[in-house]
C-alpha cells in the first residue's frame, strides 16, 4: 500500500481535479509527475477514491504513450522520429547516446537512471534533430550536445541546471501576412464582437465564408450556427467551445507558434465563439508534446481573469461569462481527431466516436460542443475586428484569407510562412529556398505528395487543401524511406479500435520492411493496393482511410524507388533459408553449392 506521503501527494491532485473521473487524463499525468512512472499503489488508491475499476484506469493509462505502467529511467529520454528527423541524423545521434550511456533503445539501464526510446513527431520539424526529456523538448541535436547531455544525465544533473539554451524553441517565423503582422489589441476582437451582439457576429462569420484549418476543411459558421440551436442536456445546460491544439501531425508546428507568441489572439477567437455561441466554457486541449507552453498559457490565462476579459461579465457585459481550462494530452496522434480528443477530455482512452451525432449536438459531456483549430480561432478573432467582408477579400473564392504553412525538411530557411491561399507550390519553394526538391509532402503523413510536375498546383482547398505541413525532399532522398516513415507512424499510431485499422497498418508496414529488406516482390506492392483499399472504406475514422495515402502517392510517382528494391516480380517469402543456414554451413565447415538450400530453391524457382 502506499505510504502516508505518497497519499498526501495524489491528494492535492485528487482535489485540484475535483475527484472528477472526467480528469482522469490530467491526474494520471500529474500523479506519474511523482512516481516516474503509475505505481500500481497509485492506481489503486485513485481507483478507491475516483470510485472507478482499477482496470478501467489501467485501460485509459494503457492507452497514452506518455503514460507508464511499468518503471522508466529517471531521466525518460525519447528521440522525436519525424522523416526529417531522420533527415537531420536522428538515428545516428541516438545510436550515440545508447552507446555512451550504455543502454539499448526502448530498455532502462541497469542502474534506472536514464530509458532511451523514440517517439512520434514532436513538433519541431523546423530545428531539429530534437528529443524530449522528461517531456521538455531539447532541439538543435548534434553530436557535441549529445555528449553533453550524457555527461549531465551520468553526474545526475536536474534538469533545472542544464543548460537553458539547450530548451529554447525558436518561432522561426519567415513570412507574415494579417495574422503574423501583429495588428490586433488583446482584447479588441471580443469588445467588438460584444459591440455587433451575437446575431451580428454570426452574420460577420458566414460572410468570411472561414473554413477550418485543421484541415477538414469544415465551415466555421456552420459549426458555429448548430452548435448555438442545438439543446443541451437539461440537467446541465452548459455549451463548450473546445480548441484543438494537439498538433500530432507530421511535420506541422505552426499551432506551438501561436500558442507561444500568438495565445492572446487564440484565447480571444474562444471568448468570441463562446459569444457568438452560447458558451461559457472553453477548454484547451495542449498536445503533451508542448507541456511546456503550459505555464505562460496559465500565466496568461490569470492576467486575462484580471483584466476582465475572462470570468463573470467579460468586458463589463452583464450576462456574458466565459473562462477557459487547459487540458494536456499525453501522446496520441489520433486524438486530433475532434471525437477521440472529446473523450479524451472527459478521462477516457481517446477512441474516436460513431459519428453522427456530431460534436456540435452531443460533444463535450454530451452538450453542444465546437471543436476549431488554433489557427481557426485566430482567424475567428480578426474577423471580429475587421468583418467577414475585410477577410473574404483575401485568398480565393472557396478559400478565403491565409494560411499558415510549417516548411521543413530540404530548405534553407525552415520555419513558419503565412500566404494568402491560391498561393502556387512554387512559390513557396522559391520563398523557403527549396532548391532540388524532388517531392513536397502537403498536409503530413495523411496529406497528399506533390511531385515536380504537380508544382505549379495552388495551396487552397479547391486544389491542393492543406492542415498546414508542407515537407520538403531533395532530389537525393529516398522517397521509398519516406513512405516507409510514415507506414511505422500509423502502424503505431492506429488506436487499434477497428480491424481493418489495426491489422491493415501493421501489415503495410511489414510489407514495407520486407521490400526495404530487398525481399519485396509485385505482390507486396499489390497487397499493398489492396490493403489501401479495404482500409479507404471500411476504416472507421480518417487516420486509417489515410495510412496509406503517401504510400500510394509514392507508388505512383516515385514508383522506381521501390522497384529497385524488389527481388522479383513473383511472391518472394520474407525469411531467406540460405541466410538462415549460414551458421550451420560455418560450424559445418561447409560451402559447396549442396549446402546452399535456399539459393538452390530459388533459382530452381526461377527455371520453373
Ligand atoms: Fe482507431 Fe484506426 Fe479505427 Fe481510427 S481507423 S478508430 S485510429 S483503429
Same mark, same amino acid.
Given at each position: 500500500?502506499?505510504?502516508?506521503?505518497?497519499?498526501?501527494?495524489?491528494?492535492?491532485?485528487? /482535489?485540484?481535479?475535483?475527484?472528477?473521473?472526467?480528469?482522469?487524463?490530467?491526474?494520471?499525468?500529474?500523479?506519474?509527475?511523482?512516481?516516474?512512472?503509475?505505481?500500481?499503489?497509485?492506481?489503486?488508491?485513485?481507483?478507491?477514491?475516483?470510485?472507478?475499476?482499477?482496470?478501467?484506469?489501467?485501460?485509459?493509462?494503457?492507452?497514452?504513450?506518455?503514460?507508464?505502467?511499468?518503471?522508466?529511467?529517471?531521466?525518460?529520454?525519447?528521440?522525436?522520429?519525424?522523416?526529417?528527423?531522420?533527415?537531420?541524423? @536522428?538515428?545516428?545521434?541516438?545510436?550515440?547516446?545508447?552507446?555512451?550511456?550504455?543502454?539499448?533503445?526502448?530498455?532502462?539501464?541497469?542502474?534506472?537512471?536514464?530509458?532511451?526510446?523514440?517517439?512520434?513527431?514532436?513538433?519541431?520539424?523546423?530545428?531539429?534533430?530534437?528529443?524530449?526529456?522528461?517531456?521538455?523538448?531539447?532541439?538543435?541535436?548534434?553530436?557535441?550536445? /549529445?555528449?553533453?547531455?550524457?555527461?549531465?544525465?551520468?553526474?545526475?544533473?536536474?534538469?533545472?541546471?542544464?543548460?537553458?539554451?539547450?530548451?529554447?524553441?525558436?518561432?522561426?517565423?519567415?513570412?507574415?501576412?494579417?495574422?503574423?503582422?501583429?495588428?490586433?489589441?488583446?482584447?479588441?476582437?471580443?469588445?467588438?464582437?460584444?459591440?455587433?451582439?451575437?446575431?451580428?457576429?454570426?452574420?460577420?462569420?458566414?460572410?468570411?465564408?472561414?473554413?477550418?484549418?485543421?484541415?477538414?476543411?469544415?465551415?466555421?459558421?456552420?459549426?458555429?450556427?448548430?452548435?448555438?440551436?442545438?439543446?443541451?442536456?437539461?440537467?446541465?445546460?452548459?455549451?463548450?467551445?473546445?480548441?484543438?491544439?494537439?498538433?500530432?501531425?507530421?511535420?506541422?508546428?505552426?499551432?506551438?507558434?501561436?500558442?507561444?507568441?500568438?495565445?492572446?489572439?487564440?484565447?480571444?477567437?474562444?471568448?468570441?465563439?463562446?459569444?457568438?455561441?452560447?458558451?461559457?466554457?472553453?477548454?484547451?486541449?495542449?498536445?503533451?508534446?508542448?507541456?511546456?507552453?503550459?505555464?505562460?498559457?496559465?500565466? @496568461?490565462?490569470?492576467?486575462?481573469?484580471? @483584466?476582465?476579459?475572462?470570468?463573470?461579465?467579460?468586458?463589463?457585459?452583464?450576462?456574458?461569462?466565459?473562462?477557459?481550462?487547459?487540458?494536456?494530452?499525453?501522446?496520441?496522434?489520433?486524438?486530433?481527431?475532434?471525437?477521440?480528443?472529446?473523450?479524451?477530455?472527459?478521462?477516457?482512452?481517446?477512441?474516436?466516436?460513431?459519428?453522427?451525432?456530431?460534436?456540435?449536438?452531443?460533444?463535450?459531456?454530451?452538450?453542444?460542443?465546437?471543436?476549431?483549430?488554433?489557427?481557426?480561432?485566430?482567424?475567428?478573432?480578426?474577423?471580429?475586428?475587421?468583418?467577414?467582408?475585410?477577410?473574404?477579400?483575401?485568398?480565393?473564392?472557396?478559400?478565403?484569407?491565409?494560411?499558415?504553412?510549417?516548411?521543413?525538411?530540404?530548405?534553407?530557411?525552415?520555419?513558419?510562412?503565412?500566404?494568402?491561399?491560391?498561393?502556387?507550390?512554387?512559390?513557396?519553394?522559391?520563398?523557403?529556398?527549396?532548391?532540388?526538391?524532388?517531392?513536397?509532402?502537403?498536409?503530413?503523413?495523411?496529406?497528399?505528395?506533390?511531385?515536380?510536375?504537380?508544382?505549379?498546383?495552388?495551396?487552397?482547398?479547391?486544389?491542393?487543401?492543406?492542415?498546414?505541413?508542407?515537407?520538403?525532399?531533395?532530389?537525393?532522398?529516398?522517397?521509398?524511406?519516406?513512405?516507409?516513415?510514415?507506414?511505422?507512424?500509423?502502424?503505431?499510431?492506429?488506436?487499434?479500435?477497428?480491424?481493418?485499422?489495426?491489422?491493415?497498418?501493421?501489415?503495410?508496414?511489414?510489407?514495407?520492411?520486407?521490400?526495404?529488406?530487398?525481399?519485396?516482390?509485385?505482390?507486396?506492392?499489390?497487397?499493398?493496393?489492396?490493403?489501401?483499399?479495404?482500409?479507404?472504406?471500411?476504416?472507421?475514422?480518417?487516420?486509417?482511410?489515410?495510412?496509406?495515402?503517401?504510400?500510394?502517392?509514392?507508388?505512383?510517382?516515385?514508383?522506381?524507388?521501390?522497384?529497385?528494391?524488389?527481388?522479383?516480380?513473383?511472391?518472394?517469402?520474407?525469411?531467406?533459408?540460405?541466410?538462415?543456414?549460414?551458421?550451420?554451413?560455418?560450424?559445418?565447415?561447409?560451402?559447396?553449392?549442396?549446402?546452399?538450400?535456399?539459393?538452390?530453391?530459388?533459382?530452381?524457382?526461377?527455371?520453373?
Amino acid at each position: 500500500m502506499l505510504d502516508s506521503n505518497h497519499s498526501s501527494y495524489l491528494d492535492p491532485i485528487l /482535489i485540484r481535479h475535483a475527484h472528477q473521473p472526467r480528469n482522469l487524463v490530467q491526474i494520471l499525468r500529474e500523479a506519474q509527475e511523482h512516481f516516474g512512472y503509475l505505481h500500481p499503489d497509485a492506481i489503486d488508491y485513485l481507483s478507491e477514491k475516483l470510485k472507478w475499476p482499477r482496470a478501467r484506469i489501467e485501460g485509459v493509462a494503457g492507452f497514452y504513450s506518455f503514460l507508464h505502467l511499468q518503471p522508466c529511467g529517471k531521466y525518460r529520454v525519447l528521440f522525436s522520429d519525424n522523416i526529417t528527423d531522420r533527415m537531420l541524423g @536522428n538515428q545516428a545521434l541516438m545510436e550515440r547516446m545508447c552507446r555512451n550511456l550504455w543502454v539499448e533503445p526502448g530498455k532502462i539501464s541497469e542502474d534506472g537512471l536514464v530509458s532511451i526510446d523514440t517517439t512520434s513527431c514532436t513538433g519541431m520539424c523546423d530545428q531539429g534533430p530534437a528529443l524530449l526529456v522528461n517531456g521538455r523538448a531539447i532541439t538543435r541535436l548534434s553530436a557535441e550536445r /549529445i555528449d553533453r547531455i550524457c555527461e549531465l544525465i551520468r553526474a545526475n544533473t536536474p534538469l533545472t541546471d542544464w543548460p537553458p539554451e539547450y530548451f529554447v524553441v525558436e518561432d522561426n517565423i519567415r513570412r507574415r501576412d494579417v495574422l503574423l503582422s501583429g495588428d490586433w489589441h488583446v482584447g479588441e476582437a471580443i469588445r467588438a464582437a460584444i459591440a455587433r451582439g451575437a446575431e451580428a457576429m454570426m452574420a460577420e462569420m458566414k460572410l468570411s465564408n472561414l473554413r477550418g484549418r485543421g484541415g477538414a476543411g469544415f465551415t466555421t459558421a456552420i459549426k458555429w450556427e448548430s452548435a448555438r440551436v442545438a439543446p443541451c442536456q437539461p440537467d446541465n445546460p452548459m455549451r463548450y467551445i473546445i480548441c484543438n491544439a494537439d498538433e500530432g501531425e507530421p511535420g506541422t508546428f505552426k499551432d506551438r507558434v501561436l500558442l507561444t507568441s500568438y495565445a492572446d489572439l487564440v484565447f480571444d477567437g474562444m471568448t468570441v465563439a463562446g459569444f457568438a455561441v452560447g458558451a461559457a466554457k472553453g477548454l484547451v486541449y495542449l498536445r503533451g508534446e508542448y507541456l511546456y507552453l503550459l505555464p505562460a498559457l496559465q500565466a @496568461n490565462l490569470d492576467g486575462r481573469r484580471c @483584466n476582465g476579459l475572462l470570468g463573470t461579465a467579460v468586458c463589463g457585459q452583464a450576462g456574458f461569462d466565459f473562462d477557459i481550462e487547459i487540458h494536456v494530452g499525453a501522446g496520441a496522434y489520433v486524438c486530433g481527431e475532434e471525437t477521440a480528443l472529446i473523450e479524451s477530455l472527459e478521462g477516457k482512452r481517446g477512441v474516436p466516436r460513431v459519428r453522427p451525432p456530431f460534436p456540435v449536438t452531443y460533444g463535450y459531456l454530451g452538450q453542444p460542443s465546437v471543436v476549431n483549430n488554433v489557427e481557426t480561432l485566430c482567424k475567428a478573432a480578426l474577423i471580429a475586428q475587421k468583418g467577414g467582408a475585410w477577410y473574404a477579400s483575401l485568398g480565393t473564392k472557396q478559400s478565403t484569407g491565409t494560411k499558415l504553412l510549417s516548411i521543413s525538411g530540404d530548405v534553407e530557411n525552415p520555419g513558419i510562412y503565412e500566404y494568402a491561399f491560391g498561393v502556387s507550390v512554387t512559390q513557396v519553394l522559391n520563398d523557403c529556398g527549396a532548391g532540388n526538391a524532388q517531392a513536397v509532402q502537403v498536409s503530413g503523413a495523411s496529406g497528399i505528395c506533390l511531385a515536380t510536375h504537380e508544382f505549379a498546383r495552388h495551396i487552397s482547398f479547391e486544389d491542393v487543401p492543406t492542415a498546414g505541413a508542407f515537407m520538403v525532399f531533395g532530389a537525393h532522398r529516398d522517397m521509398f524511406e519516406v513512405a516507409r516513415n510514415f507506414s511505422h507512424f500509423f502502424a503505431h499510431e492506429s488506436c487499434g479500435f477497428c480491424t481493418p485499422c489495426r491489422v491493415g497498418t501493421t501489415l503495410v508496414a511489414n510489407f514495407m520492411d520486407k521490400i526495404a529488406n530487398e525481399h519485396g516482390s509485385q505482390y507486396e506492392i499489390n497487397e499493398i493496393f489492396k490493403i489501401h483499399r479495404l482500409m479507404n472504406v471500411a476504416s472507421h475514422c480518417g487516420l486509417g482511410q489515410a495510412a496509406c495515402n503517401p504510400i500510394i502517392d509514392t507508388l505512383l510517382k516515385f514508383r522506381p524507388a521501390y522497384e529497385r528494391r524488389l527481388r522479383s516480380l513473383d511472391f518472394e517469402p520474407s525469411f531467406d533459408l540460405d541466410e538462415a543456414l549460414a551458421a550451420a554451413r560455418q560450424m559445418t565447415g561447409r560451402d559447396d553449392p549442396g549446402a546452399h538450400f535456399g539459393l538452390q530453391a530459388r533459382e530452381q524457382g526461377v527455371q520453373s
